[in-house]
């Protein structure tokens, strides 16, 4: 079974594609290709599931947010703009991330789940709470928040 969410991409693709928009035509050629690449990485080629395919989106959209930054401190200005709106692209493809409240409850529970009482047991606190987060926040947001918290 196909992941739903690859199969929106490949055909919001082709509708790029018609559209011969050049920077949605790459963006999504370039996020199926990542997602190839994954499914015959290891010892059997398989089909990603959508949590697999989410995995790699954040992957990519992640390397888009670092190059953006890295061509900016270069003073690389249209480089960067081009990474941030492949990263934006890739984004629409994400959950939506919670907002500052919605990461502050959930940490609150995190902690409490894992008994955690000071940035010692970070580790402990960082693994039940990214259970409860389950990607809809960014990892340094989460660390940011957890260790405010324990701190």
């Known amino acids: 079974m196909a992941a739903a ?9 082709n ?9 949605r035509t790459a963006t999504l050629r370039m996020a ?4 190839q690449l994954e499914e015959v990485a290891g010892a059997t080629a398989r089909e990603l599931t959508d949590d697999e395919v989410l ?6 959209t992640k390397k888009r947010r670092e190059a953006a930054d890295a061509f ?3 003073g690389r200005a249209e480089s960067a703009a081009r990474e941030q709106a492949e990263g934006a692209l890739l984004e629409t493809y994400l959950p ?11 940490v609150r529970a995190g902690i409490a789940e894992s008994a955690a009482t000071s940035v010692r047991d970070m580790g402990r606190a960082m693994k039940a709470v990214q259970a409860l987060v389950a990607g809809q926040a960014d990892g340094g947001r989460v660390a940011a928040e957890v260790k405010r918290q324990l701190g």
Request: proline share 0%.
């Open 15 to 23: 509708s790029a594609m018609k559209a011969r928009d050049e920077l």
């Open 55 to 60: 995995t790699v989106l954040r992957r990519e």
């Open 72 to 74: 900016a401190a270069a």
């Open 5 to 13: 969410l690859k199969g929106r991409i490949r055909s919001d693709l």
């Open 96 to 106: 939506s991330q919670l907002s500052d409240e919605e990461l502050i409850e959930r």
């Open 32 to 35: 199926l290709a990542a997602m």
